[in-house]
């Protein structure tokens, strides 16, 4: 007997050939969770474990027409990650209005681990106009937080960052501190939810290593744990689950950030 397809992720990101990030981490992490994940490809990349040293944007059209060959799937959630230029980010917001109504998620790709910029003010800007009022939840670190709001000056308000993007459409935030602890307290990893009904925080130990594509692990988890059904707060609290155990387990390669193991133990409900 045949099985059903698991509920559908419809991810648009960039291609990591290390497999640490981009789409194969994404197809990873919703695979995990319970979910089938569809892709396209919004930019392929030239890095390793240390760095990206090039970016390679996708075609607008190709995007566009891989949308409508999938459009017969039925799509339960959706997630975003790297869109590398203005083209590819308003073909990623025409693709996301075909779908009205499911979830979406995005992760704020604004800079490589190793330190590449992989956005520019104005592409930020068009992220925030174009895409935020779209997003059912965004899960930046802290830096990236603060890119998004530059006028709010006042250093480790986060609260007060999360009510400016979701004034401008963001239904919620999930802030991570893994790039940049909260101020004593730099033994654990502390993440917040914001939304307009319920602001929760979840403390993980923090672990030694620098990871190679945790925040795309953490934001697809989310996003298949929506697509199963599973209410914000709980699919936010899932996915924390599997991408700590994923992070805690995860591989080191011959140099370079460690690489998280997303099938240390496939999660099942």
């Known amino acids: ?80 990650g790297l869109l590398a230029d203005e083209d590819t980010l308003r073909a990623a917001e025409q693709i996301i209005r075909r779908f009205p109504g499911i979830p979406v998620v995005a992760d704020p790709v604004f800079k490589a681990g190793g330190g590449t910029e992989l956005s520019t003010p104005a592409l930020r800007q068009l992220f925030i106009d174009r895409l935020l009022p779209l997003v059912d939840i965004l899960t930046p670190n802290r830096a990236e937080l603060a890119q998004l709001t530059p006028d709010i000056m006042t250093p480790f308000d986060d609260t007060a960052r999360a009510v400016v993007l979701m004034s401008q459409g963001c239904q919620a935030i999930l802030v991570t501190a893994t790039d940049e602890p909260l101020p004593g307290n730099d033994q654990q990893v502390v993440h917040t939810l914001h939304s307009p009904d319920t602001t929760r925080q979840w403390q993980w130990p923090r672990l030694p290593d620098i990871f190679h594509g945790s925040g795309c692990t953490l934001a697809s988890a989310i996003a298949a744990r929506l697509a199963v059904g599973e209410r914000l707060p709980t699919a936010c609290e899932q996915a924390q689950h599997f991408t700590w155990q994923s992070l805690s387990q995860g591989f080191q390669p011959p140099s370079g950030q460690c690489l998280p193991h997303r099938f240390s133990r496939a999660v099942r409900f």
């Open 1 to 80: 007997m045949r099985q059903p397809l698991p509920p559908v992720v419809l991810v648009l990101a960039g291609h990591d050939p290390t497999g640490g990030a981009g789409l194969i981490a994404d197809s990873e992490a919703i695979a995990a969770c319970g979910g089938w994940a569809v892709t396209i490809p919004t930019a392929l990349t030239v890095q390793n474990c240390h760095n990206v040293t090039r970016v390679i944007p996708a075609e607008p059209a190709a995007m566009r027409q891989m949308a409508e060959a999938i459009s017969e799937m039925q799509v339960a959630a959706i997630k975003i």
